[in-house]
T-cell receptor, first 108, second 123 residues
């Protein structure tokens, strides 16, 4: 099975900062990676699919990049609403799916 | 609007069974595959199972294979998860999610999620 490793596990930042979260796959997944945002007590929300395709309605300060085994989610200028936990997920195969362990973005 | 509503959660003793339901509305349910994803308290997301749009294929995480069964009734716009031989480690919030793919991908990613239903396995 493909393992997904996110770093860091926790990130402290301030409003206006540029932040980057990394997700690494244990083997190549081409561009088959999604990013989700989750707030406490709520369901995850899809932000990005196919590594860099921004979902409709998601602010343009969010961007994704990468292919193969290394991927990044970047928030260009943090807003108060962005403090949440972020998850990556690979969907390289139709029969098996894996999430990263999550990155909690905290207010510094 | 697209909506998924899970139900059937609760407290259950180890070894017992439970069936979750997920009612879909606002989209053509029979045209989409569906996932179940769970999240143990304080932990990350764990994929559980996926079923094809017509129910012709289903796949499971190793942690639930042989114990859980995903199914659907397209006439009722409803997804199910039958959970047997429950264990303490199955305690989690269970989410159903619509499965979407790209024209050139073989895998399906969750794009719309329900609010979740909580299962607690405890004696």
């Amino acid at each position: 099975d493909i393992q997904m490793t996110q770093s860091p596990s926790t990130l402290s930042a301030s409003v206006g900062d540029r932040v980057t979260i990394t997700c690494r796959a244990s083997q190549s997944i081409s561009s088959w990676l999604a990013w989700y945002q989750q707030k406490p007590g709520k369901a995850p929300k899809l932000l990005i699919s196919k590594a860099s395709s921004l979902e409709s309605g998601v602010p343009s300060r969010f961007s994704g990049s990468g292919s193969g085994t290394e991927f990044t989610l970047t928030i260009s200028s943090l807003q108060p609403d962005d403090f949440a936990t972020y998850h990556c997920q690979q969907y390289n195969s139709y029969s098996s799916y894996t999430f990263g362990q999550g990155t909690k973005l905290e207010i510094k | 609007q697209v909506q998924l509503v899970e139900s059937g959660g609760g407290v259950v003793q180890p070894g017992r069974s439970l069936r979750l339901s997920c009612a879909a509305s606002g989209f053509t349910f029979s045209a989409y595959g569906m996932h179940w994803v769970r999240q143990a308290p304080g932990k990350g997301l764990e994929w559980v199972a996926v079923i094809w749009y017509d129910g012709s294929n289903e796949f499971y995480a190793d942690s639930v294979k042989g114990r859980f069964t995903i199914s659907r009734d397209n006439s009722k716009n409803t997804l199910y998860l039958q959970m047997n031989s429950l264990r303490a480690e199955d305690t989690a919030v269970y989410y159903c999610a619509r499965a979407r793919n790209h024209y050139d991908s073989s895998g399906y990613f969750p794009d719309v999620w329900g609010q979740g239903t909580t299962i607690t396995v405890s004696s």
